[in-house]
């Protein structure tokens, strides 16, 4: 189990700090829509083979190797089976081609249409004083009236994402790339009339069986999960004694998936210790990141680079060392 940051391939504070808290695997993020007037397989376009061979030299000269990437191309045609759905998988499959060409192993997707991830605060006090971020139903039903989008159902978005996975995952599967899906934030269907299908683990053991593949997984993200279940090692002994966990967020919550506040990684409400163990005894191999980070406040202090995640690092670096040592 690896260590990662997630950050863009330029340097910056937080790729130096990684580098010296002994960081040595990046999760990408960088832009992935095409552009407009170039064919899918234009060696201009970000998702070309180029392209990412450029981001990943980038990663590599700031001293990390590109393990994950988290962006993603426009899908939102694709997750609601609108006109040009084919186009937007043509790119996906032209992505993860890319991907597999130029050896960056693992791809995170997300399947949330409509209302990606939300929060409603990130103002709110935690320990010491210092700020997280949060979600209340309430109060986003409130501040956020329905936008006229038309009934979205749980049986359209099952056929929508086996549409997706039945033409993407033989890709995948073929060039040697893992996709780790990411859960729904929050794990609530349906918000505001729109189903969210990747939003309990049944329905992630579902996701998995509509196309079985070694290249169809999940992204483990802690603090979605540990919203799904109050057995959280449980389930990652769950999904990876079937190999299928590909990518890992490693943070914690505290709260209900209709009104949550984001934690520090030891003051939330799972086993941190009990989760590593879990992906020990199960052969968990790939990287695992922080994220959610609260922000450490002083009066006028600013923290742009998040700080905590300095904390994060040394937290889970002592975590995994010690679990692994047992």
């Known amino acids: 189990m690896k260590i990662a940051l997630a950050f863009g391939p330029d340097r910056s504070a937080v790729s130096a700090f990684g580098t010296q808290c002994g960081v040595e695997h990046a999760v990408g993020t960088?832009?992935?829509?095409?552009?407009?007037?170039?064919?899918?397989?234009?060696?201009?376009?970000?998702?070309?083979?180029?392209?990412l061979a450029g981001f990943k030299e980038a990663y590599e000269k700031n001293g990390y190797q590109?393990?994950?990437?988290e962006s993603r191309p426009p899908m939102e045609r694709i997750k609601l089976a609108q006109p040009g759905r084919d186009e937007e998988i043509a790119v996906v499959c032209a992505f993860i081609r890319?991907?597999?060409?130029?050896?960056?192993?693992?791809?995170?997707?997300?399947?949330?249409?409509?209302?990606?991830?939300?929060?409603?605060?990130?103002?709110?006090?935690?320990?010491?004083?210092?700020?997280?971020?949060?979600?209340?139903?309430?109060?986003?039903?409130?501040?956020?009236?329905?936008?006229?989008?038309?009934?979205?159902?749980?049986?359209d978005q099952w056929n929508n994402l086996r549409y997706f996975l039945e033409r993407v995952v033989?890709?995948?599967?073929?060039?040697?790339?893992?996709?780790?899906?990411?859960p729904d934030d929050p794990p609530l269907s349906p918000i505001q009339g729109v189903a969210r299908i990747i939003s309990?683990?049944?329905?992630?053991?579902?996701?998995?069986?509509?196309?079985?593949?070694?290249?169809?997984?999940?992204?483990?993200c802690q603090g979605n999960f540990g919203l799904m279940t109050d057995d959280l090692?449980?389930?990652?002994?769950?999904?990876?004694?079937?190999?299928?966990?590909?990518?890992?967020?490693?943070?914690?919550?505290k709260g209900t998936p209709e009104k949550f506040d984001e934690a520090f990684h030891d003051d939330g409400k799972h086993d941190m210790a009990e989760c590593v163990r879990a992906y020990r005894d199960t052969g968990y191999e790939g990287v695992a990141r922080p994220d959610h980070?609260?922000?450490?406040?002083?009066?006028?202090?600013?923290?742009?680079?998040?700080?905590?995640?300095?904390?994060?690092?040394?937290?889970?670096?002592?975590l995994i060392e010690a679990v692994y040592s047992e």
């Not at 007037?37 to 998702?47: K, M």
């Not at 590109?66 to 990437?69: E, H, K, R, W």
């Not at 309990?200 to 483990?220: H, R, T």
């Open 233 to 253: 090692p449980g389930v990652i002994r769950h999904f990876g004694a079937q190999q299928q966990i590909h990518f890992v967020h490693f943070r914690d919550i």
């Open 98 to 155: 890319n991907m597999g060409a130029v050896g960056i192993p693992v791809w995170c997707p997300a399947w949330m249409p409509i209302h990606f991830v939300i929060r409603t605060s990130a103002e709110i006090s935690t320990r010491g004083g210092a700020k997280v971020t949060g979600f209340d139903l309430d109060e986003f039903n409130r501040e956020h009236p329905e936008v006229e989008h038309g009934e979205v159902t749980e049986e």
């Open 293 to 318: 980070f609260p922000q450490l406040v002083y009066e006028d202090f600013d923290d742009p680079h998040s700080i905590e995640r300095l904390y994060a690092i040394g937290y889970m670096r002592g």
């Open 170 to 182: 033989p890709v995948a599967e073929e060039v040697g790339v893992k996709l780790a899906m990411h």
């Open 30 to 51: 960088f832009g992935l829509a095409p552009v407009a007037d170039l064919a899918v397989d234009d060696d201009r376009q970000p998702f070309s083979r180029p392209s």
């Open 200 to 220: 309990n683990v049944e329905n992630y053991q579902k996701m998995i069986d509509l196309v079985p593949s070694p290249a169809n997984g999940i992204g483990l």
């Open 66 to 69: 590109l393990s994950v990437i």
